[in-house]
C-alpha cells in the first residue's frame, strides 16, 4: 500500500478512537467559542468587540445571533480575547 493510504487507514483509525471515548495521543480538537459569551466574559459591548474583531456591528451581531458563521481565524482571535481580552485590546490600540 502507499504512504497515501497508510496514512488514511490510521487516520480513520484515530477517529474512531476518539469517537469511542478512548485517548488519541496527538490528536487536538478545537471546539467552537461562542462569540457572545466572549464578549460578555470580557465585559464588551457589540459595539466595542466588533471593531476587535475586524467587522462592523451588524457584522459582529449576525454571529451572534448566528446567522453568520464564524471563520477559522476569527475562531482563534476568540479563543486568544477568550483566555487574555486585556492581550487582545493593547495590541489592537497600539
Not at 40 to 52: D, G, R
Amino acid at each position: 500500500m502507499t504512504q497515501f493510504g497508510d496514512d488514511l487507514i490510521q487516520s480513520l483509525q484515530e477517529v474512531a478512537a476518539y469517537t469511542k471515548g478512548e485517548d488519541v495521543p496527538g490528536m487536538v480538537i478545537h471546539h467552537a467559542v461562542s462569540p457572545s459569551e466572549v464578549r460578555k466574559k470580557a465585559k464588551l459591548t457589540q459595539a466595542e468587540m466588533a471593531p476587535l474583531m475586524g467587522m462592523s456591528l451588524s457584522g459582529y451581531q449576525k454571529w451572534e445571533q448566528g446567522r453568520r458563521t464564524v471563520s477559522g481565524p476569527a475562531q482563534t482571535l476568540l479563543r486568544v480575547l477568550e483566555k487574555n481580552p486585556k492581550a487582545v485590546i493593547d495590541a489592537l490600540a497600539s
